[in-house]
């Protein structure tokens, strides 16, 4: 007869592949959305006075997005054009009018 370990490794080998696996499968669209420089920029200059609520409502177009973010400049907002830029590709992008709505948490 087999020790008690020695069972209790072969049942959680497969278990441990398979949560390997799985969690593979979700990390490079985690990690693509998490490294988008604009997506970064959004989160540290924006959601500080902001919630992500109002870009993810707002479905504007590019030039309204980079319009908002220059006003952004009149209220307080700091960051140079480069980064505007950057973060007005993002928003646009995902963010835009034609893109598809993220599912939204129930409220």
């Known amino acids: 007869m087999r020790p008690p370990r020695f069972r209790l490794f072969i049942l959680l080998v497969p278990l441990v592949l398979l949560s390997g696996a799985a969690s593979a499968q979700t990390a490079p669209a985690q990690n693509a959305a998490a490294s988008n420089p604009g997506r970064e920029l959004l989160l540290d200059k924006c959601a500080q006075c902001h919630s992500d609520a109002i870009w993810r409502d707002q479905r504007q177009d590019a030039r309204a997005w980079e319009a908002t973010l220059y006003r952004m400049l009149g209220r307080g907002g700091v960051w140079s054009g480069e ?3 950057t ?3 993002y928003l646009a ?3 835009g009018p034609n893109s598809p709505r993220p599912a939204s948490a129930a409220r």
């Open 93 to 95: 992008s995902d963010f």
């Open 87 to 89: 973060m007005t590709a």
């Open 83 to 85: 980064e505007i830029k």
